[in-house]
């Protein structure tokens, strides 16, 4: 099963930056026109989802504090599909990366603040690899399928988080379930004084900044694209490309355990609750497509993304639409970037074959991906 | 055999009837070469709108309908964006769980969130004549709602369908070769189609019975991975209608077994003898065949062996939290797909879009 993720990356950019932004006004005109159904008023809802995004300093930090949790993913994403594979684990690398940040950040008391900072972020990138290192190891050693073992490990994550707040790391109370509060010293000093906008955003821009150098500059990222390109020409090549798509399996973990450091330890309240991935595992996922892979498109689309996440509760306060919606305006998103793919390549396709058909004949499943 | 008793069985049946309901449907569309991750969003829009109408007319079937309906509502977008738009399947079937995910707790928080819970009569259950009094398994067998005996009839139809008609060469061709069944005159994504709205059709179906046909309530996110564990049953049952029964019912019993668990403070030492006993059956099954037999296989078993056999005659005192039993489906789903290398072939066009020729699309009217 070849996912055939170069449809995204290949079109023109241009097309597909107009692409994008249709599928973005498509889903929020569907939106409201649900809001509509539903009783509520759909200009006042855009409006107080703008609002709640970008209405005030303390908004426009809350909005920005999302990107880099999402960058994070959709870098992984990124790179997962350069290698011609999917991984959907993101949240489960969150939940297991944030909860080893959260032990290094309530327990290893008196490291002065960046020492103990990295040393929580370094923890969290290393245990996000290492949760995605059993789907790689189960994908390169086992044959098992990558997409099944990701999604698998995020429900098994969730309930080690829930064992998690609920035993080893609760708050000594024992009243509710969630973490002792993290050191200060272990914390992402604020960017604006008490608004959740942290000095993570600049580790997410200079990773969204590193990635196509790695793609593209080195002999790894070129690995990486001729396995994804074609992993059968690869091995003749010389790639040994079980190891190299175990790698990017395992280093797009390591990016799922910093979007949960992110959520952790720039997190305005300090601790870990049952079940603080928020999704954004996936909604990472809707990032990285809507910027159809492409590096340059990671920050705009997690601004826009994160804006949704932001607004959302804002919106409900305001207009009594709940906040639920937004995650029905990603999938939207996703379902119409998708759908967009066939108007571009019929663009550029002027009569006659669109230059994949061919190439579908030839995808053959290697015996690697069995199963 | 303490925890192995009727209403264990009993529970795994219950347990069973969701997974089996969408796995055959996912069996059907993935021999029919379409990979549909969307399943999971199928069974949640299916539990969510089956509640919905049910509550809102009173009528049980009228709500399994609009379960029905909601699955192949999405099934259809599903067809439309992978067959039509030749988009990505599994980006598809990704973004479509979102939608789901979405879609469901919205329109869940703006009708009852202002409403007290509510709970709406299971549907009662039905003794089959005379098999319903065999001492011991035969209340807990053969006294189920319709919706059991329903799903165990739809494996039956499958495997007749898939193996037995013409219906069933057309669609196992359209997932192997499809330019092969082009060529005889099948229309390839026609056929696919059909595959992607059967999947829709039992996966809202099964998650009518996760809602209304079980508890008779909805809480967001019911589906709870069931439709990840439905997929992994088609690839654990090697893509064929008894297979995946098998796959739907071994996982059901694990959780079944985890829900006992849980509420006690040690494991019976009946559990440790299932754990060696399904070493054994695994051994037995892998090393028969000389493409399956290793070392390897043969040492990891005989591990699991003799420390199954061991925990059986030392009783410890073991036991664990119930948030960590609850992981218990889940991991013993990715034990059981990581035992299974090599033994089982996929479709072999299975998520690859099929493109007519083009020196023949050129002829297409």
Known sequence: ?371 | MDPFGAAWLATTLTLATPLIFAAVGELISERAGVINIGLEGMMLTGAFFSFLVAWATGSFWLGVGAGIAAGMLLAAIMAVLSLKARADQIVVGVGLNILALGLTSFVFEQIFLSRPQAVLPVPERVAVPGLSAIPGIGQAVFRQPVLVYVAWFTVLAAWWVLHRTTWGLAIRSAGETPSAADTAGIRVDRVRWIGILVAGCLGGLGGAVLSIGQVGLFVQQISAGQGYIALAAVIFGGWRPLGVLGACLFFAGTNALQLQLQARNSVPAAVWAAVALVAVVYAVWRLRRPETRSWGTAASAGLVIALGAGLTLARPSVSLPSELWLALPYVITLLALAGLVGRVRMPRDLGIPYDIPYDREAHKV
């Open chain 1, 1 to 371: 099963m070849r996912p055939d993720l170069r449809r995204l990356a290949t079109v023109d950019a241009w097309a597909g930056l107009a692409a994008s932004l249709a599928a973005v006004a498509l889903a929020l005109l569907v939106s409201m026109a649900v809001i509509a159904a539903f009783g509520g008023p759909p200009l006042g809802a855009i409006q107080s989802l703008w609002t709640g995004a970008f209405g005030s300093t303390r908004q426009v930090a809350g909005t920005l504090s999302y990107v880099a949790p999402l960058a994070f993913v959709a870098i992984g994403w990124i790179l997962v599909a350069a290698v011609g594979r999917i991984s959907v684990g993101f949240d489960g690398q969150i939940l297991i990366g944030g909860a080893f940040a959260t032990w290094a950040g309530v327990s290893l008391d008196g490291l002065p603040g960046v020492v103990h900072l990295t040393l929580a972020i370094v923890l969290a990138a290393l245990a996000g690899a290492a949760w995605a290192g059993i789907a790689a190891w189960l994908w390169a050693v086992r044959r098992v399928n990558e997409i099944i073992a990701t999604l698998l490990l995020n429900f098994i994550a969730f309930r080690i988080v829930g064992w998690l707040v609920r035993g080893p790391l609760q708050e000594p109370t024992g009243g509710f379930p969630q973490s002792d509060p993290l050191l200060d010293s272990a914390r992402w000093p604020a960017l604006i004084p008490s608004t959740p906008l942290a000095g993570d955003i600049f580790l997410a821009v200079a990773l969204v900044a590193l990635l196509p150098l790695v793609l593209r500059g080195t002999g790894f990222g070129y690995r990486l694209r001729l396995t994804g390109a074609n992993d059968e020409a690869a091995r003749h090549a010389g790639v040994d490309t079980r190891r190299v798509t175990a790698l990017a399996l395992v280093l797009s973990g390591a990016l799922g355990g910093l979007a949960g450091s992110s959520l952790i330890l720039a997190g305005q309240t300090g601790v870990m609750t049952d079940g603080f991935n928020q999704n954004l595992g996936f909604y990472g996922i809707v990032v990285a497509l809507l910027a159809r892979n492409s590096p340059l498109g990671v920050l705009p689309a997690a601004l826009l993304i994160g804006a949704l996440l932001q607004g959302g509760p804002y919106m409900q306060a305001a207009v009594g639409i709940s906040s639920a919606l937004m995650s029905f305006t990603q999938g939207l998103v996703v379902v119409f970037v998708a759908g967009s793919v066939f108007l571009l390549r019929r663009r550029r396709a002027t009569g006659g074959h669109t230059g994949v058909g061919l190439a579908a004949g030839t995808d053959r499943p290697s015996p690697v991906e069995v199963s």
